[in-house]
C-alpha cells in the first residue's frame, strides 16, 4: 500500500483544508519566485510544530486540521530531507508553481510529497 492509498482520509481533510486557504499560499508561492528566494516552493502540511518552514497558516487559528509552513526545496536539501544526489528526480518531478502547489505532507509517522491544481478542472 503506498503513502496515498495508506492515508487517503488524512489526504482528504487535507484537501479540503487547502480549498481554504489555498489562494493564500498562491500568493506566497508567486512572491517566492518573483523575488529569486527559490523557483521550488514547498509547502508542509501538520498536525504538529515544526522547526522546519516558516509558519504561515496556524490550524489553531482557524480550527483546522493542519498548519502549513512556507519552505523551499533547498531548505529541503540544506536539511538533508531531499538528498542532493535525487535533486534532478525532484526537479523533475515539480510541477509548474503556477497551477499546482507542492505540499510535503506530514501524516502520522509518514510524511510524503504531492501536488495540488489550484484550481479544479
Given at each position: 500500500?503506498n503513502?496515498?492509498?495508506?492515508?487517503?482520509?488524512?489526504?482528504?481533510?487535507?484537501e479540503?483544508?487547502?480549498?481554504?486557504?489555498?489562494?493564500?499560499?498562491?500568493?506566497?508561492?508567486?512572491?517566492?519566485?518573483?523575488?529569486?528566494?527559490?523557483?521550488?516552493?514547498?509547502?508542509?502540511?501538520?498536525?504538529?510544530?515544526?522547526?522546519?518552514?516558516?509558519?504561515i497558516?496556524?490550524?489553531?487559528?482557524?480550527?483546522?486540521?493542519?498548519?502549513?509552513?512556507?519552505?523551499?526545496?533547498?531548505?529541503?536539501?540544506?536539511?538533508?530531507?531531499?538528498?542532493?544526489?535525487?535533486?534532478?528526480?525532484?526537479?523533475?518531478?515539480?510541477?509548474?508553481?503556477?497551477?499546482?502547489?507542492?505540499i510535503?505532507?506530514?501524516?502520522?509517522?509518514?510524511?510524503?510529497?504531492?501536488?495540488?491544481?489550484?484550481?479544479?478542472?
Amino acid at each position: 500500500m503506498n503513502f496515498l492509498e495508506k492515508h487517503k482520509f488524512e489526504l482528504e481533510l487535507l484537501e479540503r483544508n487547502l480549498a481554504i486557504y489555498k489562494e493564500s499560499i498562491r500568493e506566497i508561492s508567486e512572491e517566492v519566485i518573483k523575488h529569486g528566494v527559490s523557483k521550488y516552493p514547498v509547502f508542509i502540511a501538520t498536525e504538529r510544530e515544526l522547526s522546519l518552514g516558516k509558519l504561515i497558516i496556524d490550524k489553531e487559528e482557524l480550527a483546522l486540521e493542519y498548519s502549513i509552513y512556507a519552505s523551499t526545496l533547498e531548505e529541503f536539501v540544506a536539511r538533508n530531507i531531499v538528498k542532493s544526489d535525487k535533486l534532478a528526480d525532484f526537479r523533475k518531478a515539480y510541477k509548474n508553481p503556477q497551477h499546482f502547489v507542492c505540499i510535503f505532507a506530514l501524516l502520522g509517522d509518514e510524511a510524503g510529497f504531492i501536488f495540488s491544481p489550484y484550481e479544479e478542472d
